[in-house]
């Protein structure tokens, strides 16, 4: 029914825009296009269940779940910025060669992850009993708390960027790179750091995003699952417009719709949800490559 | 590093102590294949080259588009799947013989590679990269696709294709040995043509500048579409022909990301934009992969070793790789070829183991020196 | 009718309006000169005309017919051919192969034949420029006053009915820039029909050897001309050399 749409969609785009605000981050400031940011988000995903069934049992088992995603989220953004550092900061310049770099990362996350944890799906929830997983109604519609968490975080987060780019220096250095990096460096501004920053802020984003997608859906985590939120990404930010921010936001709406009315209307639609990113992306690179907020592609002259 | 001594060794070995050109190499490497099953080789090795030369055709295509003219393609595995499923439905549905699937499925290939041709060709660089991911994941997914599965099998696939011969092993294996390695001898010789023509010095030219090409006259929609059908005509083949030599089963892994990402680790490996490059990183892939990761190591651990590597390990391998190309693409971002013959310039004779350059010009060298 | 006829071309790019309105014509057989301070328009101009840019307004005739807007590759079969300010090589082939990629070729059974003589056609071409000694050269091997005459080469091969030079002197020594006078000068009286336009910032080689000059200024034609009466034109010399002079 329609309000479960309403109710479905807009969480869902909220959270894909925080994916893709990611994404868009460090393609605006670095140029970088990502093909781990998938993997990033799986992997904020999985070291959630590690910290979560770490050793806070017992106690307050909440508490212990946000401790858990504090330090996922922490850890993704570290292990983002040194693979960063590692692999992508030496072919910078080279488009294809930082295309060929992240995708290799991004199966070399993939077959770790398969090695530790087999093909078998952890359990990434909330701990039993908490209130997070009580069902209140909006619209007429049972949503779980847990999901209204991920809507408002996702919100927040959003708009706390929003704020760190206008009002903080480091988030002033951020646009002005994003803008002309040469006169920026020459502004004194250490792009190598700020890079690595920016990639540990995208990272955690896609983090946050994956855990708060697997704890509130029937989605399940597994190995393959960074193609997924890969393809949101870049679906999103293309369809908004590389480099946007606004684009984001509303891409990710417009995406979190569009696989909601997939996901209810089209018989088994669940399973084909997947396609959805895909054919958007093609359809948008096609009709309209720039997007809706997105700059201009420039003949290269 | 191993490479890059061994091609000096090769180039030396050649061109100063039996002054042997690459052409005659080239066949030398072919006749030592062919010769290769009569020496009463197990058939379970040569399962492994004809794994190579089957992978070694996959990879040749999909640098025929991105070695030589630079479109960027991470989606290679569609034309696989296309091919694979195309003869499957082709022969398990209607019963058709494999000599009249196998070109249909190359058909039903070239028209898809126009398909997708043309919208690709609109736009560039990183578009383009997540424009060819996105086709094969897309028909990945429909294809799984629970309300399809009467049609395409879902997640099991179709299975039971036919043989190519009606023979027993092990001349099963055998016969289907040399059909692959005649497949990659007309491959390689295509290439070859199409390398030392002016399609092929339009194709790097293309790759090097396209405004430049555009403003010497060259159509360069036109050859970019003609590399786009010609690697994704020799793709399908591969996918199809493959169907029926393992597993006789389609299944959505032709389709997979991991598919469309092994030629790029193949090429890397041997070398991009030349002839020798693709077979040289399928042989090496190959081997190290079916015959060292899986054979010998496990056997090796276990005899002296007593350990036995757990099941964990075939998800490493892949890793392995995955790492291997890492390091490679960041210490020689330009791939491995080009590493070696840049250094390989130092010798004058290199100049004629660049395979970018046409042969045309060899000849007026020649001419020169007399 | 003239070979070449521009009439009202304007391009802007955002608020900047490149060029304005610019019209002349080139005759079959005359060597014009384009001449500007910085940003004057030159290349945007040239740009229009070979069709790597579309004008926002005016045509471009070719022979009479209407070549306004159409795509590069196609103007460049009708019969007219640019060279590029900054070189543009192919860096992976050789010189000569280089040369192959612009030589026209047949169709059909033609075809065979000019295979045997491509070779040799692009080898005359790399003589008249005087390149023959580094034709097995990769381009990316070679130096800069090389690549421009390759440029040259390049234009020459696709044999052009109207020849654009963008700065063809650009960096290059006096030694080099005299045979390049010569060259040029020699390439004329090969081809009397052929149509020559050379956009230059090196105006004692250019003046020399031009039958007439066009003066560009921030996107507008201001002056046009015989050498000898542009160079005494006393608004080009303040837009060259400033007010007061």
Redesign the interface.
Same mark, same amino acid.
């Given at each position: 029914m329609i309000e479960e749409i309403i109710i479905s969609g807009a969480i869902a785009g909220a959270v894909y825009g925080l994916l893709a605000l990611g994404f868009t981050l460090i393609y605006g400031v670095s140029g970088v296009v990502n093909l781990a940011h998938g993997s990033l988000y799986m992997l904020g995903a999985y070291m959630f269940y590690v910290f979560g069934t770490l050793g806070f049992s017992g106690s307050e088992p909440l508490l212990a779940s946000f401790l858990a995603l504090i330090l996922a989220v922490v850890f993704v953004g570290i292990v983002g910025s040194i693979a960063y550092r590692l692999t992508i900061h030496p072919v910078i310049g080279d488009e294809v060669a930082v295309m060929v770099v992240t995708v290799c990362l991004a199966l070399i996350f993939q077959q770790l992850v398969m090695s530790i944890f087999g093909t078998s799906f952890p359990p990434v929830r909330w701990p039993e009993g908490s209130f997070l997983l009580i069902s209140t109604s909006i619209l007429g519609v049972t949503v779980q708390y847990s999901r209204i968490l991920a809507f408002l975080v996702s919100l927040g987060l959003f708009f706390s960027l929003l704020v760190f780019i206008t009002k903080r220096k480091i988030g002033k250095a951020m646009r002005a790179v994003s803008q002309d990096r040469e006169v920026a460096m020459l502004m004194g501004i250490n792009t190598e750091r700020l890079y690595m920053l920016t990639m540990a802020l995208s990272a955690m984003f896609a983090a946050v995003a994956g855990i708060l997608i697997t704890t509130s859906t029937t989605m399940s985590a597994g190995a393959w699952m960074w193609l997924h939120p890969l393809a949101l990404s870049f679906s999103i930010v293309i369809l908004g417009g590389l480099g946007s921010i606004k684009g984001s936001l509303i891409g990710g709406f417009i995406l979190g719709y569009a696989e909601q009315i997939v996901a209810i209307e089209v018989p088994e639609g669940g399973a084909i949800v997947g396609v959805v990113p895909l054919v958007v992306m093609v359809a948008v690179l096609l009709l309209r490559p720039k997007g809706l907020f997105g700059k201009r592609i420039e003949m290269e002259e | 590093m191993v490479m890059k001594y061994f091609r000096r060794a090769y180039s030396s070995f050649a061109a100063h102590v039996f002054d042997i050109p690459p052409r005659f190499m080239a066949f030398l490497f072919f006749i030592t294949l062919s010769l290769i099953p009569l020496s009463g080789l197990n058939p379970y090795y040569l399962n492994i080259l004809i794994y190579a030369n089957i992978l070694a055709i996959f990879s040749a295509s999909w640098d025929l588009l991105v070695g030589r003219t630079g479109q960027?393609s991470?989606g290679h595995a569609l034309f696989f799947g296309i091919g694979s499923y195309s003869t499957a439905l082709l022969s398990t549905s209607f019963g058709l013989p494999v000599w009249i699937t196998i070109p249909s499925a190359i058909l039903i290939g070239s028209l898809a590679a126009v398909l997708v041709g043309f919208?690709s060709l609109?736009? &560039?660089?990183? $578009?383009l990269?997540?424009?060819s991911m996105?086709?094969p994941?897309?028909i990945w997914?429909?294809i &799984?696709?629970?309300?399809l599965t009467p049609i395409f099998g879902g997640e099991y696939g179709i299975r039971g294709l036919p043989r190519f011969f009606p023979l027993v092993l092990p001349q099963l294996r055998v016969a289907e040995y040399y059909l692959s390695l005649v497949l990659l001898f007309v491959t390689s010789i295509i290439i070859y043509k199409i390398a030392n023509s002016?399609t092929g010095?339009?194709f #790097?030219?293309i790759?090097?500048?396209e405004?430049?090409?555009?403003?010497?006259?060259?159509?360069?929609t036109k050859y970019k579409l003609m590399s786009f059908i010609i690697s994704g005509l020799i793709g399908t083949l591969t996918g199809s022909v493959h169907a029926h030599l393992f597993s006789r089963t389609s299944t959505p892994a032709n389709f997979e990301?991991?598919l469309s990402?092994l030629p790029?680790v193949v090429t890397?490996l041997g070398g991009i934009g030349t002839i020798y490059g693709p077979i040289v990183g399928a042989y090496i892939y190959s081997i190290l992969d079916k015959y060292f990761l899986t054979d010998l190591l496990p056997k090796l651990l276990r005899d002296n070793l007593r350990m036995t590597l757990p099941s964990?390990?075939e $998800?490493?391998k892949?890793?392995i790789f995955?790492?291997i #190309?890492?390091i490679l #693409?960041?210490k020689w971002?330009r791939g491995l070829a080009r590493f070696t013959t840049d250094k390989l310039e130092d010798l004058e004779e290199a100049?004629d183991l660049?395979e970018?350059?046409?042969r045309?010009?060899k000849? $007026? &060298?020649k001419k020169e020196k007399k | 009718m003239h070979l070449l006829e521009v009439e009202n071309l304007t391009k802007c790019f955002g608020g900047l309006t490149a060029v304005k309105n610019v019209s002349f014509h080139v005759d079959e057989g005359e060597m014009v000169g384009i001449i500007g301070p910085n940003g004057a328009g030159k290349t945007t101009l040239f740009n229009l005309i070979s069709g790597f840019l579309e004008p926002d307004s005016g045509t471009v005739k070719f022979k009479g017919e209407n070549i306004t807007g159409f795509a590069p590759h196609k103007i460049v079969n009708k019969g007219i051919a640019r060279t590029f300010q900054v070189v543009r090589p192919f860096h992976h082939l050789p010189v000569i192969a280089n040369v192959m990629v612009a030589l026209k070729s047949p169709r059909g059974a033609k075809k065979i034949e000019w295979l045997k003589t491509m070779e040799r056609k692009a080898v005359d071409l790399l003589e008249d420029v005087g390149l023959s000694d580094v034709a097995l050269e990769p381009a990316e091997n070679v130096g800069h006053g090389t690549l421009k005459r390759l440029e040259i080469a390049k234009a020459l091969a696709t044999e052009p009915d109207l020849l654009m030079l963008d700065e063809p002197f650009g960096g290059l020594n006096p030694l080099e820039t005299d045979f390049l006078t010569k060259s040029i000068t020699r390439m004329h009286l090969d081809e009397p029909a052929r149509g020559i336009l050379i956009v230059e910032h090196k105006l004692y080689a250019l003046m020399k050897i031009v039958d007439r000059v066009i003066v560009l200024h921030q996107g507008e034609k201001i002056a046009e001309g015989k050498p000898e009466e542009i160079a005494k034109n006393k608004t080009v010399i303040e837009v060259y050399m400033g007010k007061g002079m």
């Open positions: - | 960027i991470l919208p609109r736009v &560039k660089g990183p $578009y990269a997540l424009v996105a086709f994941l897309i997914r429909i &799984k696709w629970a309300p002016k010095i339009v #790097v030219s790759l090097d500048d405004l430049a090409s555009k403003a010497c006259g060259i159509n360069v990301l991991t990402f790029i890397f964990e390990f $998800y490493a892949f890793l995955s790492l #190309v890492l #693409v960041i971002p100049r660049d970018r350059g046409p045309i010009w000849r $007026y &060298k | -």
